[in-house]
């Protein structure tokens, strides 16, 4: 799909300067501790990196409140995600319902062939058919890609620059203060670095996941519509439970903690303000001239989605 070597391109050279950062980082700490082999250090690496991805899920699906979602219950749920699997050309992932209060929907497992989707109990009585299939497409695009490898392996690199910066600030080496304290202050600034690079890596993927399910059948009008709606539940969502979620705002389809303000930018492309966006709607976006202000741009680097007028910007551009 047009794009797309682009997204795979600056993901992978934003992975490899991750990757860059830490080996420099973990080869100053070893050469300072005397250590001549830094094999020692990448197997300690490896093996967090590997707890992460192998327990994750389990992690996931028990902050989330995830049940198993039978086909009794939902078949039409089911019968989606089973179409979606069989265009993807994957096996149909595990589903399960999320008792959180905020709709929505997120992928998570080990790899392609062990993936699941969750929805939340909010989210069915608030998107419509095409609209509810085009989410499960972006979250099977998730699961395609191995997101959640990528994601495991990615994440662990401002922990190793955090606990070095630690270790080496508050060693008590009064006899190389100079040096611990240099190396303590770097891992810090790489650890600020590195997650800023996590959620860029986030946001690629947010478009790389888009673009999958237009690429699957779905509408790009009918998922711009649904970010528009699940934008809106968010907003009405007490700030309680907003802030509950906030360490998992990443699996989500869009940014929860930017739900206000995306609501705003979807009001101004409701040209007729039915609440939905229709296909006309977002073929007029096609030739428009989309600018996001300084303060949107700033708010954007600091969030794990993309901003949604560039966002929308983009699946305009698919709907020719």
Not at 89 to 112: C, H, M, Q, T, V
Not at 224 to 239: D, F, M, P, Q
Not at 250 to 277: E, L, S
Request: hydrophobic fraction near 45%; charge should be neutral.
């Amino acid at each position: 799909m047009r794009g797309t070597w682009k997204l795979k391109l600056r993901m992978w050279l934003t992975s490899i300067l991750m990757f860059t950062i830490v080996y420099f980082l973990v080869m100053l700490a070893a050469w300072y501790l005397g250590i001549r082999s830094y094999y020692v250090w990448l197997f300690v690496s490896l093996v967090i990196t590997f707890l992460q991805y192998w327990f994750g899920p389990s992690l996931v699906k028990r902050s989330m409140n995830v049940r198993p979602l039978s086909e009794a219950e939902a078949p039409h749920i089911h019968k989606m995600v089973a179409e979606l699997a069989q265009e993807a050309g994957i096996p149909k992932p595990e589903i399960g319902l999320s008792e959180i209060d905020i709709p929505n929907a997120f992928a998570y497992g080990r790899s392609s062939r062990s993936g699941h989707i969750a929805i939340t109990r909010p989210i069915l009585g608030l998107l419509d058919y095409d609209e509810l299939k085009a989410v499960l497409g972006h979250e099977m695009g998730h699961i395609k890609h191995n997101d959640m490898i990528v994601t495991s392996a990615v994440s662990v690199v401002p922990m190793i620059c955090y606990y070095i910066a630690i270790s080496f600030m508050f060693s008590g080496d009064r006899e190389n203060l100079g040096a611990t304290i240099i190396i303590g202050i770097l891992g810090y600034l790489f650890y600020l670095i590195g997650q800023l690079l996590v959620l860029f890596i986030s946001r690629t993927r947010e478009y790389y996941a888009d673009e999958a399910s237009v690429e699957f059948g779905n509408r790009p009008a009918a998922l711009v519509s649904a970010l528009y709606k699940l934008s809106y539940g968010a907003a009405r969502c007490s700030e309680q439970t907003i802030s509950d979620l906030n360490t998992n705002r990443a699996f989500f389809v869009n940014d929860i903690n930017n739900a206000q303000h995306d609501v705003t930018d979807f009001r101004q492309i409701d040209f007729d303000g039915d609440g939905k966006i229709s296909d006309e709607e977002l073929r007029r976006l096609v030739s428009a001239d989309v600018k996001i202000s300084r303060k949107n741009g700033v708010m954007e680097i600091l969030s794990t989605h993309p901003d949604s007028l560039k966002r929308v910007k983009r699946l305009a551009e698919l709907e020719n």
